[in-house]
């Protein structure tokens, strides 16, 4: 079996992030999201791993998964224009050939291995095996109308009245029939070629595909609030039960389950977990509270933050408190001089500014 991961979108829900970086390389608890989405598909024992990339993004997802290498190599297919997941498949036909394949979304997190539904596809010999997630709004999502077995009878795309509560998680299992049933269908009126439209072809045609609804967390991370809550979530879910301290702490209070990585240093300052610091950062008479991550390389000083990501290379200084935010690579958030109330601001496209 091989494995398809899609990064071929432009993470418009993301910007301004996403004009100078790919979605699928936003970091929780200090990993990109990609990683641990290819973490997952190794774990099922998938090597061959082909990744639908775009013209803007190609050459930094490359260059982000070189960290597997050489222990795994990828294949990147071009996707021109984000014209579907279905217009994905049909790109990638060349590499997936005859043979069955795992499709995973490259910003979709699970909060389970999906070894199981692996086993599960290849033992009962079938053409499709869609994850699902019971959610409480299901007019938000494409849902499935599974059968008494699990069989899919239909699916739905954001149902205007109720039909089923179990969501479309972006993770499938197909036979090579999904290919012959993506090149069959129209594009939608959105003007893309639908993952959902191939699948409901292959259910037309007799394809045994089925539908199985996780237990577990799933995040689609393309929002702030989704990245914060996914690594809110990652950290819960990795972090040991202490603290693990590879760097240099000095004169400070570590509390509850926190990873100071190799490099970082930690000088006159509270830091509370779930917490992450990452390598070489320096957070001096800070305080650092739960659910955080600082990349690579952030300075945190005379500053109190929380329930944020911060990514390499930031500067946090001098704020009194930083609470829900998501805060890019190099970029600087400081106190201005002087003791007016005025704020001075340089705010780029599609940005939001809260002021408290």
Request: proline residues 4%.
């Amino acid at each position: 079996m091989k494995a398809l991961v899609l990064c071929g979108g432009r993470g418009t829900r993301l910007r301004p992030l996403t004009y100078s970086m790919p979605k699928h390389l936003v970091p929780v608890a200090g990993r990109p999201v990609l990683h641990l989405v290819i973490e997952n598909i190794l774990a099922a024992g998938i090597e061959e791993i082909g990744v639908v990339v775009s013209p803007e993004n190609v050459y930094a997802i490359q260059d982000s998964l070189k960290e597997f290498e050489p222990r795994r190599r990828f294949t990147f297919i071009m996707q021109e224009e984000p014209k579907g997941l279905a217009h994905a498949v049909q790109v990638s036909s060349d590499f997936i050939g005859k043979e069955s394949f795992l499709l995973y979304l490259g910003d979709n997190l699970i909060g389970e291995r999906i070894s199981p539904y692996v086993e599960e596809f290849d033992r009962d010999g079938l053409d499709g095996l869609i994850l699902l997630k019971r959610v409480k709004d299901p007019s938000a999502f494409g849902v499935a109308v599974l059968g008494e077995g699990g069989e899919v009878l239909s699916l739905v795309e954001k149902p205007k009245e109720f039909v089923s509560d179990a969501a479309i998680v972006g993770v499938y299992l197909f036979s090579p029939a999904v290919v012959e049933a993506a090149f069959s269908i129209k594009p939608s009126f959105r003007g893309e070629l639908e993952i959902t439209d191939a699948i409901g072809e292959m259910v037309r045609k007799g394809k045994r595909v089925r539908g199985r609804v996780i237990s577990s967390w799933w995040v689609d991370t393309g929002k702030k609030d989704d990245i914060l809550g996914a690594n809110r979530i990652v950290l819960d879910e990795t972090l040991g039960e202490g603290e693990e301290i590879l760097g240099d702490v000095k004169e400070s209070k570590i509390i509850g389950r926190v990873r100071i990585e190799e490099g970082a240093y930690v000088l006159k300052s509270v830091v509370r977990g779930p917490a992450f610091i990452g390598r070489n950062a320096v957070v001096v008479n800070s305080f650092v509270g739960p659910y955080t991550s600082l990349g690579a390389r952030c300075v945190v000083k005379n500053s109190a933050l929380e329930y944020s990501v911060v990514m390499e290379e930031a500067q946090i200084l001098d704020i009194e408190r930083l609470d829900e935010s998501l805060i890019g690579r190099r970029s600087k958030v400081m106190r201005g001089d002087g003791v007016s109330k005025a704020y001075k601001l340089t705010v780029g496209d599609d940005s939001e500014v809260q002021v408290m």
